[in-house]
């Protein structure tokens, strides 16, 4: 098929190196409809990532008084009303589940609002940024310093602005050790260096993480290490409403006055005026103009930053906003626009979404708070009594998820006459055994069931151990098997 | 290092001069970052040679700016362990052996101590779950040679058994055909009569009356009247269905003619007391004992 080419008709590339050295970005700051959108679901995100550890929620005596804990001594989790032991950790996978499906939902709706909204990397950065103009001025006096040399006045700015950073960032650090310990606890402890040295490493951590990422990185953690705007793109469709500059309406650009002169002659004239203000309040750095791009974080700051321009020169807003390709094609082809959140798509992640959320509030409501496992000696895996009787001993293993202690009795089915031996329990019921088990722990039994030798029973018997707590009827029961030697 | 000047036409930078097939290879030195993180690397190799050991000499090595030694922190860390162990292993040490059984944490603490120490000491005969081996008996059963409460387990334990031991069980199981005092017919008779008191089949043609009688006149005294066998010699019970060295007539003829005395070591000054109950506690609730 190819045809072969002669050394000299081969085509160079003129590009230069493949690395780029990085443009500085001093977005603008801007008001309007997203601005404020994004104002508070910062205020939001922020207000419960600092606060949440600081919520108190009652356990009764024992336990831990935080609404949201990680316990990682006691292996415990608790988010409020729930109390998560460590083989209890599907309920996370769900969540990581949940929450895939939810961002493939929002994708699929409303372009990548997560990361113009709600992205941490974001929060932060849109954060620093802000504290960044209100120290160092706006787009142009920033520009203009960056520019001109440094002067005492300057540094000092800068000071008071990587200092402000720190602040951010330290609490920022510190905010996150509070979900491992109670918290008012740790702040005290924390502030009269009373408190683990773990702590601490792991707020150094966090602050030069967020110190570095926000302050420093910003958008290049979206562009070059973020792997979403690579995944996003495989989600999207043509439906998928995204910020989009449309240029059926914008094109060709003109100044105002050369649009308003086109215009009376009774031709058309884009309503693009070229002014730029798109591209100065870009947070990443990009012209939205140039089409759906992987740096754009869909943060809609340039629908503000146009629908301003477009009021002030007495044209219609919207000529940048949340549009899909379909529309675009339509308007050109004159159609009317059409919006249609309801597709295949969209329907069968809301389904999931569904599906899954239905199955782990199934599995919470459902799940045991009195649990019991079995493990069948090894080795020797039967023994042979003096009387002929066989013998199997196995480990009982009791979790008890109560906050209190509670009074078992255990039981047992399993080959015919079957007798059950607990080795330390209560000596005063030998044929029901008993036994207390302490509130929120596991507790592990040896137990011996001995059977009359059958020569013709099976080789393998399922014999199943049940555990009856006596106060409140709970049952919970656990199946092995019961082998001849 | 290439003192080549030839310049790329595409690229614009020169080449080492180097060629394989008209390819011309282009000078890309290592960045400089990379070259300064490989001095660091020499700098810091030669830092540890002078803090921590690292030359191997003839009788010996260099042993480094501190005497860093691993053997040393083993030392340190098994030290710091054995305090940890200290107090919990003092609550055993205070505990009767019923008492630990009776109490879910110490019967815990007690068997996992025990699991240990019996993997260490114990499974070379006995094997590593207890369940034993010709001549050495299994610990999971109900037939005790020794008594199998968990006071008689501690002082099988502690004293053993035919070891020397001033308090060790003694029992022997006398040789009666080496000794001269059955003869080979006789002994195949007690063999077969020994078989029948468990249920077990015996040959056609043995006489159950001559063999009570030769039972009667020589083995009562340590298997007791019945052959229900006694304890306090560790005599076992004839009439059950575990045999130590086997229940087939061979085995019994090679047992009554050159008898048995299986040894158990004492543990008494190799063992300290709280292991020794924790070792106890564990073996007592391999089978609950009896």
Redesign the interface.
Known sequence: MNKPVSPDELI?DEDGPLYAPRKKVFPQSVSGRFRSIKWRLMAVCLGVYYLLPFVRWHRGLGAPDQAVLIDFPNRRFYFFFIELWPQEIYYFTGLLVLAALALFLMNALGGRIWCGYLCPQTVWTDLFYAVERLVEGDRRAQMKADAGPMTAKRAGRRALKHAIWLMIAWWTGGAWVLYFADAPTLVRDLATFQAPAIAYVWIAMLTASTYLLAGYMREQVCVYMCPWPRIQAALTDEWALNVTYKYDRGEPRCSVKKAFDIRSLGEKAGDCIDCNQCVAVCPTGIDIRDGAQLGCIQCGLCIDACDAVMTKVSRETGLIGYDNDINVQRRVAGKQEIFKPVRARTVVYASLITVVCAVMLYALMSRTLLDVNVLH????IA??????AI?N?YTLRFLNKRGFDRVIAIDVDGPADAKL?V??ADSVTPDRPM??LGRDTT????V?VTAPFDEKAEKSVPVTFRVTDIGLGEIASATDHFVLP | MSEHNEIDRVSGRSTTGHEWDGIKELNTPLPRWWVLTFYATIIWAIGYWVVYPAWPLVSGYTTGLFQYSTRASVATDLADLEKLRGEKMAVLGNASLADIEKDPALLALARARGRTVFADNCAPCHGSGGAGTKGYPNLNDDDWLWGGSLDQIMQTIQFGARSGHAKTHEGQMLAFGRDGVLKKDEIVTVANYVRSLSGLSTAPKFDPAAGKKLFTENCTSCHGDNGKGNPELGAPNLTDQIWLYGSDEETLVETITNGRAGVMPAWVGRLDPVTVKALAVYVHSLGGGK
């Open positions: 160079t000696d090894r080795n020797p023994v042979r009594l003096s009387d002929g013998r001993g031996h080795i330390g036994i207390v507790t592990e039994l040896r011996l």
